[in-house]
C-alpha cells in the first residue's frame, strides 16, 4: 500500500512529519540542486556569447506571456492537492480548462505583440514575443495527472519531470547560442523545455484526458482556487512591476542586466524554501487539523530554511564580484551594486516562502494574498521617487523595502495562525543571522591577506566561508538549543535509506 497515496488510505503514519519531508525533500533537494547546476551551467555559457540586450528581449517576451498567464491562472492545481479523496473525477476538467487557456493566451500574445513592442520602444521585440509564446500552447495541452507526483510526494518522477525539462533547455540554448549567438537561442531554449515538459507528463504518468468539462468540479476547485489567483496576480506585479518599470524607463539592455542580478540574486536563497514548500504544503494538509504537529513541524522548516538562505545569501553578497567576473564576463560588471541589494530582498522572500504552504493547508490562501498586496502598495509608493534618485538601484531598493514589509506580515499572520510564540522565531533566527554576519568578515579579512590567481581566491574563499558559517552554526544550535544538528543528521541517515526502510516496514504494517 503506497503510504502518501490519498486515493487509497487517508491514514496518517505516525512517522514525523520532519522525516517524511526529508524523504521527499531528498528528491526535490536532488531536483532544485541539478537544475541550479544546469542553470550554473547555462547561464555563463548565454552570458558570454549574447549581449545583455538579447536577455532584455527575452525578458520581455516572458513577461509578456506572464502578464497574460497569471491573469487567468484559476488557481485548480492547487485545490486538487489540497483535495481528500479520489481526483481522478476532476482531471479532465482541469486539462480542458488548461487547453482552453493555453489556446485563448496564446492567441492574446499573438495580437498583442505590436503593442508590447511599442510600449518598450523595441520594434524587435515583436517576432520575438510571437515566437516564444509557443511555449503557453505547448504546455498547455500537458498531462493534467502529473499534481499527483506532488500529491503523492512522488518527488523521483518529480525530479526526472524537471529535470528533463531544464536538460532539454540547457542542450538546445547552448548549441543555438555557439551557432546564432543572438537572442533566438533563448527563444528556442525554451521552446524545447515546453516540448520535453509536455512529452515527459505523458511517459512519467500514463493518463489519457478526455475533452469533458463537468462545470460543478469547476466551480468547487474555483471556490479555493480564487484566491490562488489573487495571489499569483498579486505576486506577478510585486515580482514584474519593477521589470515593467525599468524595461519603459532605462531601455531594453539595462532591463538584460537587472532581471540578470535578480536571477542570480533569487537562484540560491529562493530555491531552499521552494525545496521545502514543494514538500510541506501536501504533508501540511495531512495534518491540518493537528496544530501542534503542525507547529512543531513549521519550526524545523524555517531552521532549514534560514540556515541555507543565510549562508547562500551571505556567500553571494560578499563573492559578487569575484563570482560576476569569473563565471558571467566583463560585459556584466555592473549588475554588482544592483546584486547587493536585491540579495537580501531574495533572503526575506525565502522566510516569507515558509508561510505560504501553511496558509494553504490550513484553507487560508486569502492571507498570504494580503500579504502581497501589502508588499504592491508600497512598492507602488516608493518604486518612481527611488528610481528617480539612484535609477535602477532605486528600483531594487524600492523592491527589498515591499519585501521586507510583506514577510513582516505573513510571519506574523502564520505565528498567529499556528500559535507559534514570538521567542521561538527569534530564537530560530539568532544563530544563523550571526554566522552569517561572522562568515562575510572572515572572508572580507581572507580577500585582503590572500594574493593569487581569481579562481583560486574565488574557490578558497568559498570553503572558507563555507566552514566557518558551519561551525558557527552548530555551536550556536547548541547554545539555543535548535534541532540543526538532529535535522542534518536525518538528512544523512535518509539518504542512505534508513528513511525508504521505515516506510517499507510501515506501509507492510499498514496494510
Not at 75 to 86: H, Q
Not at 175 to 197: E, H, M, P, Q
Not at 390 to 413: C, K, N, P, W, Y
Request: with cysteine.
Amino acid at each position: 500500500m503506497d503510504l502518501f497515496n490519498a486515493d487509497m488510505t487517508e491514514r496518517t503514519s505516525d512517522l514525523s512529519l520532519s522525516t517524511k519531508v526529508i524523504h521527499g525533500g531528498l528528491w526535490i533537494t536532488a531536483l532544485r540542486i541539478s537544475n541550479k547546476l544546469l542553470s550554473f551551467i547555462r547561464i555563463p555559457i548565454l552570458a558570454w556569447l549574447l549581449r545583455p540586450e538579447d536577455f532584455g528581449l527575452a525578458g520581455i517576451a516572458a513577461l509578456t506571456i506572464a502578464i497574460i498567464q497569471t491573469f487567468t491562472q484559476p488557481g485548480l492545481a492547487i485545490a486538487l492537492i489540497r483535495k481528500k479523496g479520489n481526483i481522478r473525477p476532476y482531471l479532465d476538467t482541469i486539462w480542458m480548462v488548461s487547453v482552453i487557456r493555453s489556446v485563448c493566451i496564446f492567441a492574446l500574445i499573438i495580437l498583442s505583440a505590436p503593442y508590447v513592442a511599442v510600449f518598450f520602444d523595441a520594434p524587435e521585440a515583436e517576432a520575438v514575443i510571437r515566437v516564444f509564446s509557443i511555449t503557453i500552447l505547448i504546455v498547455g495541452f500537458r498531462n493534467p495527472a502529473v499534481l499527483y507526483f506532488q500529491r503523492e510526494l512522488d518527488f523521483k518522477k518529480q525530479y526526472m519531470y524537471e529535470f528533463s525539462t531544464a536538460l532539454a533547455n540547457l542542450i538546445v540554448s547552448g548549441v543555438a547560442a555557439v551557432v546564432l549567438r543572438n537572442v533566438w537561442a533563448l527563444v528556442l531554449g525554451a521552446i524545447a523545455g515546453s516540448v520535453t515538459r509536455c512529452f515527459m507528463s505523458y511517459v512519467l504518468r500514463p493518463y489519457k484526458p478526455r475533452f469533458r468539462l463537468d462545470k460543478e468540479k469547476f466551480l468547487e476547485l474555483f471556490e479555493f482556487g480564487k484566491w490562488v489567483l489573487g495571489s499569483s496576480m498579486l505576486y506577478f506585479l510585486v515580482s514584474q512591476g519593477d521589470d515593467i518599470v525599468l524595461g519603459k524607463l532605462f531601455g531594453v539592455t539595462m532591463l538584460g542586466l537587472y532581471q540578470m542580478a535578480y536571477t542570480l540574486s533569487d537562484l540560491p536563497t529562493t530555491q531552499i524554501s521552494q525545496i521545502i514548500g514543494d514538500v510541506t504544503f501536501p504533508a501540511y494538509s495531512r495534518i491540518q487539523d493537528d496544530k501542534q504537529r503542525l507547529r512543531r513541524a513549521y519550526e524545523k522548516v524555517l531552521q532549514l530554511v534560514l540556515m541555507g538562505t543565510a549562508a547562500l545569501a551571505g556567500g553571494l553578497f560578499i563573492l559578487a564580484p569575484e563570482f560576476t567576473s569569473i563565471f558571467l564576463g566583463p560585459k556584466w560588471t555592473n549588475i554588482v551594486p544592483i546584486l547587493y541589494i536585491l540579495i537580501w530582498a531574495g533572503l526575506l522572500k525565502s522566510v516569507k516562502g515558509t508561510t505560504e504552504p501553511i496558509f494553504n493547508a490550513l484553507g487560508k490562501p486569502a492571507i498570504f494574498t494580503k500579504s502581497y498586496f501589502i508588499q504592491l502598495i508600497i512598492l507602488a509608493g516608493v518604486i518612481f521617487p527611488l528610481t528617480q534618485v539612484s535609477g535602477a538601484r532605486g528600483i531594487a531598493i524600492a523592491v527589498l523595502i515591499s519585501q521586507a514589509a510583506s514577510t513582516i506580515f505573513a510571519v506574523v499572520q502564520a505565528m498567529r495562525t499556528i500559535e507559534f510564540k514570538p521567542w521561538n522565531f527569534l530564537r530560530i533566527w539568532i544563530t544563523p543571522l550571526s554566522s552569517m554576519a561572522v562568515m562575510i568578515l572572515v572572508v572580507f579579512i581572507a580577500k585582503q591577506l590572500i594574493d593569487a590567481n581569481r579562481v583560486i581566491i574565488f574557490l578558497v574563499l568559498m570553503g572558507l566561508g563555507a566552514l566557518s558559517y558551519l561551525v558557527l552554526n552548530i555551536i550556536g544550535s547548541r547554545i539555543f538549543g535548535l534541532e540543526i544538528v538532529k535535522l542534518i543528521k536525518e538528512i544523512i541517515h535518509s539518504s542512505r535509506g534508513k528513511i525508504a526502510r521505515s516506510d517499507k516496514k510501515w506501509n507492510v504494517k499498514s496494510s
